[in-house]
């Protein structure tokens, strides 16, 4: 049972490059989050997804983009990466909105 | 403005010692979490609660909801238990952003053998 898978682990870009971050869970869970999280702050919400077919932004949306793309799936995209997007990048799911979230290992995304 | 505030920021303990770390929040909450962030970075869950204490294993979480605080109890710490331990609040039912977690910033633990 692997949980939340998240891929890449690591990644460079450039300044002005696109880039999606995927994210998949074999749990059957509903919900679905992306989070950053930056040195000396929380984790912060970037979108989630309540449930198949719906997203919603949440705390940091500015540059990204999300798919929901089925249940198991959540990919965020970056279009033109920013060095302010420069981060780690968690994706979580549970089962309901308001279940303990499992969390992936994480996207450590470093923009030049 | 932060909803959530942990202390210690960084707490060095010795095996052994008995552990608390301490969190408060400012709004009504439907729950609270403690995360355990591991130091290769990967996040689990510990507890969820919303009133009273909940322990497991070594672990105990206790929450007063009319002095918006809640405790993490660490007894006989070990070297393992090293870590980031992070809390979160759920403000309302889930539905819009009303629903989502509100993080603290985090406790570094080291336990030295």
Redesign the interface.
């Known amino acids: 049972n692997a949980g939340v898978t998240q891929t890449p682990k690591f990644q460079v870009l450039k300044t002005g490059q696109s880039m999606t971050l995927q994210c998949a869970q074999d749990m059957n869970h509903n919900s679905m989050y992306w989070y950053r999280q930056d040195p000396g702050m929380g984790l912060r919400l970037i979108y989630y997804s309540a449930s198949e077919g719906t997203t919603d932004k949440g705390e940091v949306p500015n540059g990204y983009n999300v798919s929901r793309l089925n249940k198991r799936e959540f990919s965020l995209r970056l279009e033109s990466a920013a060095p302010s997007q420069t981060s780690v990048y968690f994706c979580a799911s549970s089962l309901t909105g308001v279940q303990p979230q499992h969390f992936g290992d994480g996207t450590r995304l470093s923009i030049l | 403005k932060n909803e ?1 505030e942990q202390s210690p920021q960084n707490l060095t303990a010795q095996e052994g010692e008995f552990i608390t770390i301490n969190c408060s929040y400012s709004v009504g909450i ?2 609270l ?1 403690w995360l355990q962030q591991h130091p ?6 510990l507890f ?1 609660l919303s009133s009273g204490k909940k322990k497991h294993g070594r672990l105990i979480a206790t929450i007063n909801i009319q002095e918006k605080h809640s405790s993490l109890h660490i007894t006989a710490s070990h070297p393992r238990d090293s870590a980031v331990y ?1 809390c ?1 609040v ?1 403000i309302g ?5 009303q ?8 406790t570094k633990l080291s336990v030295k053998p």
């Open positions: 959530v439907s729950a979490h290769g970075g990967g996040i689990v869950s969820m992070i979160a759920r039912n889930y539905g819009g952003s629903g989502n977690l509100i993080f603290g910033k985090g």
